[in-house]
Each structure stands twice: as C-alpha cells, then as structure tokens.
C-alpha cells in the first residue's frame, strides 16, 4: 500500500533573500593591448573593475584584505562598483596591501585590474599584474610582487625585466618590483597590521582623537606613545586611534624603531 505524503507541518523552504555573497559575480578578465594601456588605466581610476582577482589552486595561500582605502573614497560611484574586499596570493601581497593602506602618498590601488596583451611585441604575449597603484601627485604604476628566490631564476628575471622595459618604452608606465625584504621588514608590518584594524573605527571617533593627540606632538622632537597617556590626560584607546588616523593621513610620521605600543616614537610632519 502506497505511503501517504505527511499532513502536518513541515519544515519552511530556504529562501535565498539575504544569502547573496559580496562580489562574487564572475566577469570576465578585460584584456587591454599594450598601445591601449595608458586610457585603460585611466578608465579603472574612474570605475574600478567589479570582480575578483583569479587565484592560482595549488600555489600560495589565498587570502582576503579588506582595503582601508577602498573603503575610505569620496566617490559613491567608486564604493557601489567596486568591493573593498580583495582576494590576494600569500602573505607577501597582503604585506603590500597592509604598506599601500596605511601610505599617506597613495590615494587607492586595486589588484589584477586587466590583462595586457603585448601583441607581441618583443616577443611577450599576455601578462596581468598584480596592482595598479594611484598616487594622490604621481602617475599611476603597476606592481608585481614575487619573492626573492623566484626572481633569481634567470629565466624568471629576464622575463619580467623585459615585461617592465616593454611597458616603460611604449607607454611610459612603470613596473614596479618591491622588494620582499622591505615587504615584511619588522616591527614595521606588524605595526601596519595593528594600524590598519584600528582603522575601521568610526570616522568621526578617529579624527577625534587624532585632534586629541595631536595636542601633544611637536615637529622637533619625537614622543613614545606611552607617554601620551602616561599622566592620565589620554585613554590608550584614544592614543591608539588618533596615532593610527594620524599616520594613515600622513599627519604624523614614525621610524616604526618599536612595536605599536608604548615604546613607539612619533611626531609630527615637518
């Protein structure tokens, strides 16, 4: 005898309402030939590209930064195309994004904004960097971040070289290399790393106690941390947020000559 289907309650549907991730659509690469690369870079400064950068499965650890400067532009336009979570390769282009967000000199970057087609050009075909850097009184580059033994392969090495020199001489853009020496140079990136995570703060409680702090700095001569909330004026909160805000605007400077805390000496632009 057949079974009879169940008249009592039953467990409500899934609805997908609110289940959609951030930025996960998939676009298709944009491929730009080298002779167009100059607008193309212009063109992502104006609307970033509204996709993910592809990771390799098998290489380095994938990795998601949620870029403060993405996050921080005037432009609307520019928040609602473009998410401010990135997807990296290893601890080596996270490094780069932690020293991009906190660079007073840089207004935004985004990673793997296109693909360039050489058309063959000196004999290269396509090539897609790893960032597009936008300084706030500079022209844009592009980046390519690779460790050191990587790049003391000759095969490696005389590639990329060429790549760099190819782009330099047709479009007058630069490729950088940053060194990983100076990528994960210490206490340095750890001290971005804490910067950086006070910087999600509210906006207005950042400027605030940077206004605070900045009450007890001098151009001349540097002042720890620890001495701002030593006699009780300033709460170590305050003196972590505004210290952070300061650095991050370029207001205050650091030889990063300890880890983020007490010993840290800072002072103010000259």
């Not at 409500?12 to 298709?28: A, D």
């Not at 403060?68 to 996270?94: A, C, N, P, W």
């Not at 033994?149 to 950088?176: C, P, S, V």
Request: charged residues 25%; glycine residues 6%.
């Amino acid at each position: 005898m057949p079974k009879k289907s169940s008249t009592g309650l039953t467990r409500p549907q899934k609805t997908k309402t609110g289940t959609r991730k951030r930025n996960t659509k998939k676009v298709p690469r944009k491929s730009v030939p080298l002779a167009m690369l100059v607008p193309a870079i212009k063109d992502v400064h104006r609307t970033p590209p509204a996709r993910i950068p592809s990771t390799h499965y098998g290489g380095p650890r994938r990795c998601h930064h949620p870029s403060i400067k993405t996050l921080m532009l005037q432009s609307k336009h520019r928040r609602d195309t473009y998410d401010h979570f990135y997807r990296v390769e290893g601890r080596l282009e996270r490094a780069f994004c932690y020293r991009a967000d906190i660079d007073p000199n840089i207004e935004c970057y985004f990673p793997q904004p296109f693909e360039i087609d050489f058309c063959g050009v000196n004999g290269l075909s396509v090539y897609t960097p790893d960032f597009i850097v936008f300084p706030h009184d500079d022209k844009p580059y592009l980046v390519e971040v690779k460790h050191r033994d990587f790049m003391l392969f000759d095969d490696a090495r005389d590639l990329y070289q060429l790549r760099a020199k190819t782009i330099k001489e047709n479009t007058g853009i630069e490729l950088q290399f940053p060194p990983e020496e100076t990528l994960l140079r210490q206490p340095e990136l750890e001290n971005l790393e804490l910067i950086h995570g006070f910087m999600f703060q509210p906006v207005h409680e950042l400027k605030r106690s940077w206004k605070q702090v900045q009450k007890h700095l001098s151009r001349t001569d540097p002042v720890d941390m620890g001495e701002l909330y030593r006699d009780n004026t300033l709460s170590p909160e305050v003196v972590a947020m505004g210290t952070s805000y300061g650095l991050f605007t370029g207001e205050a400077i650091t030889n990063h000559n300890a880890p983020f805390g007490r010993n840290l000496t800072i002072y103010l632009e000259r």
